[in-house]
């Protein structure tokens, strides 16, 4: 992006009505283009939302850190350069190069770390996205430049013991080295004419790249819910069906590594929650064998469904999604046939479809960041682990419901099914993404920033209920989240989010009835608003209101407990 663009954009944001994204910049150089880039990003991120941002102190980092009151943020970027640690280190000083003075650089760089890692704790809970020195050093050292001297070791040593106490905070986002250093060639970031001039040490070109990955923290994108990949070439070297189970590889030896990263890739992302499904044109026995190899690198438990089977692509990938119960949006699909990738992307243009690089392994390698970037979390969650599996019970409970082999009450009262219900406002991760991803049990399609949902924690004035289930299927995790206001008799939700994974077990219904109870409310009122997608919301809803409940949306507690079915599930409360 260049700066003519990034101001159109800017521009732009600035004349949305309604919602506002405040963000500041605290940098010890002059913020110039990089404050610029940042904010235009983030109006990318943030479409029909106002963008404002604002900055630190010209060469007082920490100070600026010192004076930042969280509260009137709703995200901050943080870019630390060595001149920030010791301003002995900056192209701008003469402060002095003696040997003699290495040691005390060292040492107040140590100071200036804890200085600036206190602060940056701190800030919490908005998120924070934190830059480690991107720049080289100046030629202070008097070792030649291919000799690493022990006062630079020292100096990347504080730097990665400071990175290391900062990772362990879930509101602080530090800028993985690894990743700047793939977007951005380190020979190509540094202006010294720029910094001599305007104290501005970026090329345009580092300072574009710096302003698209601090933008990513500060704000990421919501991540893909799930794969679906083929097999053959694939998921492994060879065709099933001409070679048998035995003969497909995905070894070193087998010259098919790129398969067995890819599969470690997968299981990696379906332990942090990432759904994985297979599409294959293949023999269900084969892949069943194939599958069942004990040197498989992706356990086959964390495969659902498996679609082995002579239809279209598309069709496979259409009862995975009815399986999920997720959007094509929400997914990415794989396969090495260019064709297979056409015909499901004909049949679901809003699903992304990606090449697998059967042939070129350093594609492969850059496949296997793409797939980490679109499937990345800041940190896997208990019901992460938990979501192939409940899918899987879900699936089994659908099909004895679908079976009418019994009568649905007898069924549910049968179930063993256990809820916890949580009123504790502590900060809640499983929780917010569920507030955030949820679109068919959703009372309004509201999304909450981290901002805003650290607001709704802080408030004596809110509640917020989080419900977790389990039955003789399975565990299911955290599924449902409540958030309101009590007004006298009355309760209002603005907020009412379910998982598709809990459907059919009358979740919702021993949530509101708790709500009376606890309360002891005559009366709530649901904030609702029909979107697109919220049909579930909509259904449940008729069971009060009728076939279209567009009016009114308060439920009276006589007139609850009239409609309500039979309820079956033990209750626990937790604090």
């Known amino acids: 992006m260049n700066l003519l663009e990034a101001l159109q954009i800017i521009n732009r944001s600035q004349k949305e009505p309604g919602k506002l994204f405040r963000f500041m910049l605290i940098c010890g150089c002059v913020p110039l283009h990089l404050e610029t880039l940042l904010a235009a990003y983030a109006a990318q991120q943030l479409p029909r939302v106002a963008i404002r941002a604002s900055h630190g102190l010209y060469g007082d980092l920490a100070g600026s850190l010192e004076r930042c009151n969280s509260s009137e943020l709703d995200a901050a970027a ?3 350069e060595w001149a920030d640690l010791d301003a002995r280190l900056s192209a701008r000083s003469t402060g002095g190069w003696d040997p003699n003075c290495l040691s005390d650089i060292v040492q107040c760089a140590q100071m200036r770390l804890k200085r600036i890692a206190k602060a940056l704790v701190s800030l919490e809970p908005q998120p924070v996205a934190v830059s480690l020195p991107t720049l080289p050093f100046p030629p202070v050292f008097y070792t030649r430049p291919a000799q690493l001297s022990s006062f630079e070791a020292g100096l990347r040593s504080a730097i990665a013991e400071f990175s290391a106490s900062l990772a362990v905070h879930t509101h602080l986002r530090v800028l993985s080295a690894t990743e700047v250093d793939r ?51 694939t998921l492994w070297r060879g065709i099933l069906g001409e070679i048998g189970a035995t003969q497909v ?25 990432t759904l994985v499904g297979i599409a294959s044109k293949n023999q269900r026995t084969l892949v069943d064998e194939a599958l069942g190899r004990r040197d498989l ?48 992307e004909m049949a679901y243009p809003a699903m992304e479809c990606i090449l697998f690089p059967k042939d070129d392994p350093n594609a492969a390698w850059n496949f296997l960041y793409t797939l980490r970037e679109r499937f990345g979390v800041a940190k896997p969650l208990e019901e992460d682990s938990l979501r192939t599996d409940s899918l899987r019970s879900t699936a089994v409970f659908q099909s004895e419901i679908e079976s009418g082999s019994t009568d649905f009450d007898a069924f549910l009262a049968h179930a063993k099914a256990e809820i916890t219900l949580s009123c504790s406002k502590e900060a809640n991760a499983r929780a917010f993404e569920l507030v955030n991803k949820t679109n068919q049990f959703n009372l309004n399609g509201e999304r909450l920033s981290e901002s805003d949902w650290n607001a709704l924690l802080a408030s004596g004035d809110r509640f917020v209920l989080k419900a977790s289930y389990q039955d003789r299927f399975g565990a299911l995790g955290t599924i449902a989240v409540l958030a ?31 709500i009376f109870d606890h309360f002891d409310a005559e009366e709530v009122d649901l904030r609702f608003r029909a979107t697109p997608r ?42």
């Open 534 to 575: 919220n049909g579930p919301m909509q259904e449940f809803l008729a069971t009060f209101f009728g076939p279209q409940p567009w009016g009114s949306h308060r439920i009276r507690h006589a007139h609850f407990q009239d409609k309500c079915p039979m309820l079956y599930h033990s209750l626990l409360e937790t604090a």
């Open 484 to 514: 309101g206001t009590r007004n006298g008799e009355s309760i209002e939700i603005d907020h009412w989010v379910m998982s598709c994974r809990a459907f059919s077990r009358r979740i919702e219904y021993k949530c509101l009835a708790w």
């Open 183 to 233: 977007q951005s060639p380190p020979s190509l970031r540094f202006d010294l004419k720029s910094e001599l001039a305007a104290g501005f040490p970026y090329s345009m070109e580092h300072a574009d790249t710096m302003a698209s990955l601090l933008a990513g923290l500060m704000r990421p994108s919501a991540r893909k819910k799930g794969i679906i990949s083929d097999l053959d070439d």
């Open 78 to 80: 943080v870019v630390i």
């Open 297 to 344: 690198l992706l356990p086959q438990e964390r495969i659902f469904p498996i679609e082995a089977n002579w239809g279209t692509k598309s069709q496979s990938v259409a009862r995975t999604l009815h399986a999920w119960n997720i959007g094509p949006e929400d997914v990415v699909f794989v396969d090495d046939s260019l064709m297979e990738l056409a015909e499901v």
């Open 249 to 273: 590889s995905w070894s070193l030896e087998g010259h098919a590594q790129i398969h067995g990263l890819y599969q470690q890739l997968l299981a990696s992302m379906a332990a942090s929650g």
